[in-house]
């Protein structure tokens, strides 16, 4: 299987159809799921599923993933090639007492008909976590290096 960081096709059709509102007015809720190297996760995801994810089971894990925060609502810049960006992060995500092992996540909307995709994290190989903290931090807020950025 396999896992590829990206953020999903559908999200950019739906962001056209306003399907996603990260705010800063009513912004929908956004979750971040784990999935260990047997998903199949990537470009043509469409939406949250449970094929893959992290077991639930005594793991320190909740199915479906941890609500994120909107760190950052939309907002513009410049990114360092000098092109106007548009972007939005979210706070760091925190699992404790976690006992498990993934390879990527997948950010979906959890407010949206269908919890339809938002992006692809590929961690670049197996992460293992034994009855301690395992936190997905996210990049500098700015239009280089945001989560979700569009320029």
Sequence with gaps: MTIQQTATTSFKVELLQAVHNFGPTSPN??????????????????AYTSVGEVSSSG???????????????PTSGNNTGGIPTAFVSFGNATW????????????????ATGNPSVAVLDFGSDKTVNNDTFQIIFPTPDASSAIVRIS
């Design 96 to 111: 404790t007492n976690a006992t498990f092992t993934c390879r990527g996540a997948l950010i979906y909307n959890d407010t």
């Design 59 to 73: 793991t320190g894990y909740t199915a479906t993933g941890e609500i994120l925060t909107i760190s950052v609502s």
């Design 29 to 46: 809720t956004f979750r971040v799921a784990l999935y260990t190297a047997a998903a199949n996760i990537g470009p043509s995801t469409t």
